[in-house]
């Protein structure tokens, strides 16, 4: 069966710190891989997608980055965090050729002081 | 472009009252369904899912029935418990959307069940 995991569970980190996120998915080859950012209270923002190694998508313009170095390796980062960046991160995975539903990760919980 | 609406919330509800949270989408093309429960401090779970018209979406209770005359997918459980406490987000996806077939979602509905 697959299985998504996300690290770390929770981080805090300081204005202007850099950030590094990992998800990676297990149980499955050639994914197509998501984050997304939730504020609280909010819904849910699609900030990168990718549909194979080193093929990145971005949706919204901002401090963050993403890279996909393995194949079922997704990878968030950022060279100097923002107050507005905290939040809760979730990757998500899905069959490539499915039209069906991603599956998501446990999410990371950042918070930006 | 394609886009889902959700009944807003919060939604309280006491234990054993019948629970209906309203969705509505707009596509592009003929879309699939789904609703998923996200529990406090969690990723987001599927709940259901229906892909064709017609098709009744349930798990644990819960039903949705994708209605394409109305572009509906209303959620709804008969007696919800304690343990339903969560928001609950509807979303699409549509073969409209290229090879990245991304979701939509709508806002989510927190739901709260009172004892």
């Known amino acids: 069966s697959q299985t998504i995991h996300q690290w770390p569970a929770t981080l805090v980190q300081p204005v202007g710190s850099p950030l590094s996120l990992e998800c990676t998915v297990e149980?499955?080859?050639?994914?197509?891989l998501y984050w997304y950012r939730q504020a609280a209270g909010r819904g849910l923002q699609l900030l990168f997608y990718?549909?194979?190694?080193?093929?990145i998508s971005s949706e919204v313009p901002q401090n963050l980055s993403a890279s996909r170095p393995q194949d079922r390796q997704f990878i968030l980062s950022s060279k100097k965090l923002l107050l507005s960046d905290s939040g809760f991160y979730l990757c998500?995975?899905?069959?490539?050729?499915?039209?069906?539903?991603?599956?998501f990760g446990p999410g990371t919980r950042l918070t930006v002081l | 472009g394609d886009s889902v609406t959700q009944m807003e919330g919060p939604v309280t509800l006491s234990e054993e009252a019948f629970l209906t949270i309203n969705c509505t989408y707009t596509?592009?093309?003929?879309?699939?369904l789904f609703w998923y429960v996200q529990y406090p401090g969690e990723g987001l779970q599927l709940l259901l899912k229906?892909?064709?018209?017609?098709d009744k979406g349930s798990n644990k209770g819960f039903e949705a029935t994708y209605r394409k005359e109305t572009t509906s997918f209303h959620l709804e459980k008969g007696s919800v418990q304690v343990s339903d406490s969560a928001v609950y987000f509807c979303?699409?996806?549509?073969?409209?959307?290229?090879?990245?077939?991304?979701?939509?979602f709508g806002s989510g509905t927190q739901l709260t069940v009172l004892p």
């Open positions: 149980g499955t080859s050639n994914p197509n």
């Open positions: 998500a995975w899905k069959p490539t050729a499915s039209y069906n539903e991603q599956f």
């Open positions: 229906a892909t064709k018209a017609d």
């Open positions: 979303a699409l996806s549509d073969r409209s959307s290229g090879s990245a077939r991304q979701l939509t």
């Open positions: 596509a592009t093309g003929y879309p699939s």
């Open positions: 990718s549909v194979g190694i080193g093929q």
